[in-house]
């Protein structure tokens, strides 16, 4: 039992912290709200991939210091985790944060890779062309993963054939 619910606050930690990332890309990645954060993103990582310049040989990373910025709730979320939920809980709840991270840094990495090991899967085709949208017109498509989030918060331009 204890394993069962230690798998599901991971999946469910996952899917709130997509819901997490998607709202802070939309709120400081594209509103001068934390000026290092919004430059590094809409100014740095927009600028080098523009609409005529969405992928590369190698991937350009120019805001992965605003990572330190989303550090600061998740230190805050994972101590009251711990003090309402234990350790165990806690130990779930980084699991799934650290999983939803690293995807979504390493998936959006690839939507940017000219030559991606990826590029065979439909799946990925369509999630890296719903983030080209966002590329092309920033007032949408803020998800990097979780695009029915996008939904759910009325930014979602779904691709021209559907």
């Not at 600061?72 to 130990?91: D, F, N, Q, R």
Request: aromatic share 14%.
């Amino acid at each position: 039992m204890e394993i069962l619910l230690f798998v599901t606050v991971v999946i469910a930690t996952y899917y709130l912290m997509s819901f997490v990332q998607t709202i802070l890309h939309r709120d400081f990645g594209h509103r001068r709200r934390i000026r290092p954060v919004f430059e590094g993103h809409a100014i740095g990582h927009h600028g080098q991939y523009d609409k005529n310049n969405l992928r590369t040989e190698k991937f350009i990373d120019l805001d992965s210091h605003a990572l330190n910025y989303y550090g600061i709730p998740i230190v805050v979320a994972a101590g009251l985790v711990w003090l309402v939920a234990g350790p165990m809980i806690m130990t779930a709840h980084l699991l799934g944060v650290f999983v939803t991270f690293r995807l979504n840094v390493f998936l959006h990495k690839h939507y940017h890779l000219i030559d991606t090991p990826f590029e065979r899967f439909a799946w990925f085709r369509r999630k890296r062309e719903l983030h080209f949208v966002h590329h092309r017109d920033a007032r949408y498509n803020f998800a990097v993963i979780e695009f029915w989030i996008d939904d759910l918060l009325g930014t979602k331009k779904d691709l021209p054939h559907g």
